[in-house]
Protein backbone atom coordinates (compact mmCIF):
# COMPACT_ATOMS: atom_id res chain seq x y z
CA UNK A 1 0.00 0.00 0.00
CA UNK A 2 1.62 2.84 -0.97
CA UNK A 3 0.47 6.83 -0.22
CA UNK A 4 0.35 7.92 -4.00
CA UNK A 5 -1.54 4.92 -4.95
CA UNK A 6 -3.87 5.05 -2.36
CA UNK A 7 -4.80 8.37 -3.70
CA UNK A 8 -4.69 7.89 -6.77
CA UNK A 9 -7.76 5.09 -5.68
CA UNK A 10 -9.49 8.13 -3.37
CA UNK A 11 -9.60 10.29 -6.51
CA UNK A 12 -10.87 7.40 -8.46
CA UNK A 13 -13.78 6.80 -5.52
CA UNK A 14 -14.70 10.27 -5.47
CA UNK A 15 -15.07 10.55 -9.41
CA UNK A 16 -17.13 7.79 -9.47
CA UNK A 17 -20.24 10.46 -7.85
CA UNK A 18 -22.95 11.46 -10.01
CA UNK A 19 -22.74 14.54 -7.72
CA UNK A 20 -18.74 15.30 -7.58
CA UNK A 21 -16.49 17.62 -9.63
CA UNK A 22 -12.74 18.17 -9.02
CA UNK A 23 -12.02 22.11 -8.99
CA UNK A 24 -8.50 24.09 -8.67
CA UNK A 25 -5.26 24.52 -9.92
CA UNK A 26 -3.86 21.63 -11.99
CA UNK A 27 -6.52 19.79 -11.78
CA UNK A 28 -6.79 19.11 -15.99
CA UNK A 29 -3.36 20.70 -16.70
CA UNK A 30 -0.05 19.73 -15.65
CA UNK A 31 1.56 22.09 -12.92
CA UNK A 32 1.73 20.66 -9.69
CA UNK A 33 2.25 17.85 -7.46
CA UNK A 34 -1.49 17.15 -7.27
CA UNK A 35 -2.37 16.60 -10.92
CA UNK A 36 -0.46 13.07 -11.17
CA UNK A 37 -3.07 11.54 -9.18
CA UNK A 38 -6.02 13.44 -11.05
CA UNK A 39 -4.51 12.78 -14.48
CA UNK A 40 -6.64 9.00 -15.04
CA UNK A 41 -9.64 10.63 -14.12
CA UNK A 42 -12.35 12.01 -17.12
CA UNK A 43 -11.93 15.55 -18.31
CA UNK A 44 -15.63 15.82 -17.46
CA UNK A 45 -15.39 15.65 -14.14
CA UNK A 46 -12.60 18.54 -13.88
CA UNK A 47 -12.89 21.98 -14.04
CA UNK A 48 -9.27 23.92 -14.35
CA UNK A 49 -9.63 27.24 -12.04
CA UNK A 50 -6.90 29.62 -12.01
CA UNK A 51 -4.78 31.01 -9.25
CA UNK A 52 -7.81 32.80 -7.96
CA UNK A 53 -8.41 30.98 -4.76
CA UNK A 54 -10.99 33.31 -3.34
CA UNK A 55 -13.21 32.73 -6.38
CA UNK A 56 -12.14 29.16 -6.18
CA UNK A 57 -13.80 29.01 -2.65
CA UNK A 58 -17.02 31.05 -3.77
CA UNK A 59 -18.04 29.00 -6.82
CA UNK A 60 -17.13 25.92 -4.78
CA UNK A 61 -19.57 27.34 -1.85
CA UNK A 62 -22.11 28.19 -4.78
CA UNK A 63 -21.86 24.34 -6.13
CA UNK A 64 -22.32 23.04 -2.90
CA UNK A 65 -25.38 24.63 -2.49
CA UNK A 66 -26.76 23.83 -5.28
CA UNK A 67 -26.37 19.81 -4.09
CA UNK A 68 -23.45 19.11 -6.37
CA UNK A 69 -20.31 17.86 -3.90
CA UNK A 70 -17.67 20.16 -5.56
CA UNK A 71 -13.65 18.33 -4.07
CA UNK A 72 -11.66 22.08 -4.02
CA UNK A 73 -7.61 21.17 -4.86
CA UNK A 74 -5.83 23.35 -3.08
CA UNK A 75 -2.06 22.59 -4.08
CA UNK A 76 -0.09 23.81 -1.43
CA UNK A 77 -1.83 25.34 1.91
CA UNK A 78 -0.13 28.17 1.53
CA UNK A 79 -2.39 28.77 -1.21
CA UNK A 80 -5.55 27.72 0.37
CA UNK A 81 -4.98 30.25 2.47
CA UNK A 82 -6.18 33.44 -0.23
CA UNK A 83 -9.49 31.42 0.68
CA UNK A 84 -9.31 31.63 4.14
CA UNK A 85 -12.93 33.98 4.35
CA UNK A 86 -14.83 31.84 2.28
CA UNK A 87 -13.91 28.97 3.95
CA UNK A 88 -14.27 29.77 7.57
CA UNK A 89 -16.88 32.46 7.94
CA UNK A 90 -19.44 31.07 4.96
CA UNK A 91 -18.98 27.44 4.48
CA UNK A 92 -18.08 26.67 8.03
CA UNK A 93 -20.87 28.77 9.27
CA UNK A 94 -23.58 28.20 6.65
CA UNK A 95 -25.25 25.42 8.58
CA UNK A 96 -25.46 27.80 11.94
CA UNK A 97 -26.72 30.75 10.29
CA UNK A 98 -29.25 29.16 8.49
CA UNK A 99 -30.12 26.69 11.47
CA UNK A 100 -29.69 23.59 10.10
CA UNK A 101 -31.60 24.16 6.78
CA UNK A 102 -28.31 25.11 4.33
CA UNK A 103 -25.63 22.47 4.63
CA UNK A 104 -23.36 21.96 1.81
CA UNK A 105 -20.67 19.63 1.43
CA UNK A 106 -17.67 20.32 0.09
CA UNK A 107 -14.65 18.43 0.23
CA UNK A 108 -11.42 20.09 0.55
CA UNK A 109 -7.92 18.63 -0.29
CA UNK A 110 -4.76 20.55 0.50
CA UNK A 111 -1.38 19.60 0.63
CA UNK A 112 1.78 20.46 2.82
CA UNK A 113 4.43 21.21 0.17
CA UNK A 114 7.67 18.63 -0.20
CA UNK A 115 10.76 19.38 0.61
CA UNK A 116 12.35 16.97 -1.07
CA UNK A 117 14.13 16.60 -3.75
CA UNK A 118 14.04 20.96 -3.58
CA UNK A 119 12.99 22.71 -0.44
CA UNK A 120 10.85 25.46 -1.36
CA UNK A 121 11.06 27.08 0.94
CA UNK A 122 8.72 28.27 4.14
CA UNK A 123 6.29 29.99 1.49
CA UNK A 124 5.14 26.82 0.22
CA UNK A 125 5.31 23.92 2.87
CA UNK A 126 3.64 25.37 5.89
CA UNK A 127 1.06 22.87 7.49
CA UNK A 128 -2.45 24.87 9.35
CA UNK A 129 -4.52 22.49 10.33
CA UNK A 130 -4.53 23.43 13.94
CA UNK A 131 -4.51 26.91 13.30
CA UNK A 132 -7.88 26.06 10.83
CA UNK A 133 -9.38 23.88 13.48
CA UNK A 134 -9.35 26.79 15.91
CA UNK A 135 -11.02 29.12 13.44
CA UNK A 136 -13.84 26.27 11.78
CA UNK A 137 -16.30 25.39 13.98
CA UNK A 138 -18.47 22.41 11.80
CA UNK A 139 -15.32 21.63 9.05
CA UNK A 140 -13.80 18.56 9.77
CA UNK A 141 -9.62 18.71 9.06
CA UNK A 142 -8.58 15.41 8.94
CA UNK A 143 -4.57 15.01 8.41
CA UNK A 144 -3.13 11.70 6.68
CA UNK A 145 -0.28 10.72 7.83
CA UNK A 146 -0.58 6.92 6.62
CA UNK A 147 -1.39 5.36 2.71
CA UNK A 148 -4.25 2.77 4.74
CA UNK A 149 -5.67 6.24 6.35
CA UNK A 150 -6.39 8.04 2.41
CA UNK A 151 -9.44 5.81 1.20
CA UNK A 152 -11.46 5.65 4.45
CA UNK A 153 -11.10 9.34 4.96
CA UNK A 154 -12.44 10.02 1.54
CA UNK A 155 -15.26 7.76 1.61
CA UNK A 156 -16.35 9.13 5.16
CA UNK A 157 -15.75 12.73 3.45
CA UNK A 158 -18.13 11.67 0.47
CA UNK A 159 -20.63 9.69 2.47
CA UNK A 160 -20.98 12.45 5.63
CA UNK A 161 -24.74 12.59 6.19
CA UNK A 162 -24.02 15.20 9.11
CA UNK A 163 -24.03 18.25 7.22
CA UNK A 164 -20.39 18.73 7.83
CA UNK A 165 -17.54 19.71 5.07
CA UNK A 166 -14.14 17.89 4.95
CA UNK A 167 -10.64 19.39 4.61
CA UNK A 168 -8.47 16.44 3.51
CA UNK A 169 -4.49 17.41 4.26
CA UNK A 170 -1.91 15.59 2.28
CA UNK A 171 1.74 15.25 2.62
CA UNK A 172 3.60 15.91 -0.70
CA UNK A 173 6.85 13.87 0.44
CA UNK A 174 4.71 10.90 1.62
CA UNK A 175 3.99 10.32 -1.91
CA UNK A 176 7.41 9.21 -2.12
CA UNK A 177 8.82 7.98 0.81
CA UNK A 178 5.52 5.93 2.09
Known amino acids: MKYFNELQKAM????EHPDTMFIGQAVEYEGTGLYD??????????MEFPVAEYLQAGVVNGMAIEGMIPVSIFPRWNFLLISTDQIVNHLDKFGLMSRGKCNPKVIIRVAVG???????????KGNFAEAFRSMCK????????????IVPAYEKALNRTDG????LVEFGDFTKEK
Open 164 to 167: KSTM
Open 37 to 46: SLKHLPTTKK
Open 138 to 149: TLDIIELFEPED
Open 114 to 124: SEKPVDPQDQH
Open 12 to 15: SLLA
